[in-house]
């Protein structure tokens, strides 16, 4: 199974899920308001404030995303898979815009996104406030080794030294 940028894994078909009271979603990206997305992230989610057009564009492009639609067709949330389609997927940027909370449509939403047919085999993270019982109720938990998992945050690149044997 091979995956070009932005698209779906060779043999996997676009996914239209439907939802409560008329509210679906799907995963085919020429339906993401990308101006909307790009809005509410760098506005309202305290993780992404102030992120460039550009990096949210190019996000969407590498990602599986899926898009939350209200009945008239107008997208009220999203969530996207950074994922290899094969052994890991990290469940980033979901979100359901404020206007339409409240009625299990962020629960339908991460339903539709972990049921997707291109990342059911794979392991799957996310990172989150620990109090977020949402996840916990489609089965994500703490990591079993966290202190196996390490970060760098983007900034200066580091050379790296050439005199340390262990590279």
Request: proline letters at 10%.
């Given at each position: 199974m091979t995956a070009r940028a932005?698209?779906?894994?060779?043999?996997?078909?676009?996914?239209r899920?439907?939802?409560?009271?008329?509210?679906?979603?799907?995963d085919?990206?020429?339906?993401?308001?990308?101006?909307?997305?790009?809005?509410?992230?760098?506005?309202?989610?305290?993780?992404?404030?102030?992120r460039p057009y550009a990096v949210v564009d190019r996000s969407i492009d590498h990602s599986l995303v899926i898009g939350l639609y209200a009945p008239s067709g107008e997208q009220v949330g999203f969530a996207r898979w950074v994922t290899d389609f094969a052994t890991f997927g990290w469940l980033s940027d979901v979100f359901v815009s404020t206007a339409h909370q409240g009625d299990g449509l962020g629960?339908?939403?991460v339903q539709a996104a972990i049921s997707h047919p291109a990342i059911r085999d794979a392991r799957l993270v996310l990172a989150t406030a620990?109090?977020?019982?949402?996840?916990?109720?489609?089965?994500?938990?703490?990591?079993?080794?966290?202190?196996r998992?390490?970060?760098?945050?983007?900034?200066?690149?580091v050379a790296p030294d050439r005199e340390d044997p262990s590279l």
């Open positions: 932005g698209t779906l894994p060779e043999g996997v078909r676009s996914v899920w439907e939802g409560p009271d008329g509210y679906w979603a799907s085919d990206r020429r339906l993401v308001d990308r101006a909307w997305v790009h809005a509410w992230l760098t506005q309202e989610a305290y993780w992404a404030l102030g629960s339908f939403l620990p109090v977020r019982t949402l996840y916990r109720r489609h089965g994500f938990e703490p990591l079993q080794s966290p202190e998992w390490m970060e760098r945050r983007p900034g200066p690149s």
